[in-house]
């Protein structure tokens, strides 16, 4: 049986194009900062997000660990969504080992952290008795929310709010250019907004390893020093770059298909009278349901899909993800709500409802 997976679209293997870029990449000592074909691929993202210098890192999480160590200090507070993947799925990182606090506040449904709860989370920096604000963290797209890619004019006034108050702007968008083809603009419209990002090659964008961090360039000399620290300078990672740089000229453009996918699947699911689902979050490649009440469990749902070969993810609190990916077509979403209606009917037996 095939399996159909809709994990993650961290799940997306390199493209063909991809794997001859590796093979045939110039390489050096990047940590003498001669390898090449790094050195094309930071300066294309660079271009690519509208911002002075970018760095290669490992991860999305080493490349948001980079970003916040490198706008704050010791005792520095970061505002934070409480739905936020940087708060809730990245080991405390920027806690560990920089020293930095973390105040959240409460995310709307759309990924936006309203800005009258941002406003009474600021400090105030003249009384010794609090901690010393420094950046607000956005997401975009905002995965917790179900990939909804964040509003313009949100980014403009957060952009005006941060301004005011001498804050900084970090944007974790692992999702960035879902975001972009999804609102039918160019990154550096939304990166504009930031003073710095952070996005994944290694996602949608089907590069098997590496995230970019981008801001300007006294900021990345502060990323590269932190990238150091925590052992993540690299070698002959051309071999990386490589693939990255076909992911930024090739593959964004495609997302719109995973798109169009994730809203396939999604109103296939939306008429299942078991399912409930939010049809308005579904703008990009994340499809985040749950079972109506009484409809079973959403690990009984997550286990009859994979019995029938169609893999998905339990987010808690009864939510289920499915993304969609490079690899994944509009067969075979055909086939996973096929697979649906069987686990669905499965489930209605166990609980003798249907
Ligand atoms: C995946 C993801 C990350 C982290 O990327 P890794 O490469 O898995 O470390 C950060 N933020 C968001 C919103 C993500 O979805």
Known sequence: MRTIDLRSDTVTLPTPSMRRAI????LGDDVYGEDPTINRLEALAAERVGKEAALLVVSGTMGNL??????????????????SHIYNYEAGGASVLGGVAFHVVPTLPNGELPLDELAAAVRHADDSHEALTRLICLENT???????????????????????????????????????VAQGTDACSITAH??????????????????????????????????KLVGGSMRQAGIIAAAGIVALEE??????EDHANARMLAEGLASFPQIAIDLDSVQTDIVIFSLQPGAGTATALV??????????GEMGRGAIRAVTHYGIDASDIEEALEA???????????????
């Open 194 to 227: 930031v003073d710095s990002v952070q996005f994944c090659l290694s996602k949608g964008l089907a590069a098997p390893v590496g995230s970019i961090v981008a801001g300007d360039a006294a900021f990345i000399a502060r990323a590269r020093r932190i990238r």
């Open 340 to 354: 649906a209606r069987g686990a669905l009917a499965e489930l209605g037996v166990a609980h003798g409802n249907n």
């Open 66 to 83: 980079c970003a916040l160590l490198a706008h704050c200090a010791r005792g520095d507070e970061v505002l934070v969504g409480d739905l």
């Open 142 to 180: 905002h995965n917790r929310c179900g990939g909804v890619a964040l509003a313009p004019e949100y980014l403009c006034a957060v952009q005006a709010f941060a301004r005011e108050r001498g804050l900084r702007v970090h944007l974790d968008g692992a999702r960035l250019f879902n975001a972009a």
């Open 303 to 312: 286990q009859a899909l994979a019995a029938r070969g169609v893999l998905v």
């Open 23 to 26: 093979a045939e990449a110039p």
């Open 251 to 256: 593959m964004v453009d495609r997302l719109a």
